[in-house]
């Protein structure tokens, strides 16, 4: 079993769709979470950290759950320059980053 | 300012050849990072420096790959007798310090293609 595991897609949504991504991670002494977004042949690229408390940064909004060690990313009123790879990754304090296998939107017209 | 850089941009070679790739670090991070990425997969770790030492080398896949640091700032990656499935893109990131909630900034990585 992969550590960070998430549905590859692609989703395909409409321009202003909300859509959401899920991830789950297995290590539970895992300590600080993230999304990356990649976008294709470039590097990857923080697009928010997740807290428990939950966080939001304009369109996008984070969700962390520790009891069940689910982090979740919802993207509101879609852009087609949202169209990307978006990575869950886990630090598990070795200071290494484990990344999932990424979720690929394209957002059409 | 200037981000982390990584030479080459693009490296082919044929299968037994020898490959040493660059990364140049954001000016003050102390810790950097190489990270592999295949095709339709996320990156995965390979080894960690904090200063000139290698702090966590657990994901180098075997003992063709070597990593040094040698005045804490550039790093080299070297890959002895390159086999087609070293084929990936390396990516190398550096944090201000280390620690699970510094930023890691990534540079554009090196694409590797072994023949």
């Known amino acids: 079993r992969k550590e960070v595991e998430q549905d590859p897609g692609p989703f395909n949504v409409p321009e202003g769709a909300t859509v959401a991504f899920n991830c789950t991670y297995s290590?539970?002494?895992?300590?600080?979470f993230f999304w990356y977004r990649q976008d294709c042949r470039k590097e990857p690229k923080l697009l928010m950290s997740v807290y428990s408390s939950g966080n939001e940064d304009g369109r996008f909004t984070a969700q962390l759950n520790r009891a069940s060690q689910y982090i979740s990313l919802l993207i509101r009123d879609s852009k087609l320059s949202d169209s990307a790879t978006y990575l869950c990754?886990?630090?598990?304090?070795?200071?290494?980053?484990?990344f999932g296998t990424g979720t690929r939107l394209q957002v059409f017209p | 300012g200037a981000g982390v850089s990584q030479t080459p941009s693009n490296k082919v070679t044929e299968k037994g050849k020898y490959v040493e790739l660059r990364c140049d670090p954001i000016s003050g991070h102390t810790a950097l990072y190489w990270y592999r990425q295949s095709l339709g997969q996320g990156p995965e770790f390979l080894i960690y420096f904090q200063g000139t030492g290698a702090a966590d080398d657990s994901g180098l896949p075997n003992d063709r790959f070597f990593a040094v640091r040698p005045e804490g700032s550039v790093s080299t990656l070297k890959i002895q007798r390159t086999e087609r499935g070293d084929s990936a893109v390396y990516l190398c990131?550096?944090?201000?310090?280390?620690?699970?909630?510094?930023?890691?900034?990534f540079g554009p990585g090196t694409r590797l293609t072994v023949l």
């Open positions: 990754v886990v630090n598990s304090n070795t200071d290494k980053l484990i």
């Open positions: 990131a550096s944090s201000l310090n280390r620690g699970a909630y510094n930023e890691q900034f």
């Open positions: 290590n539970s002494a895992s300590q600080s």
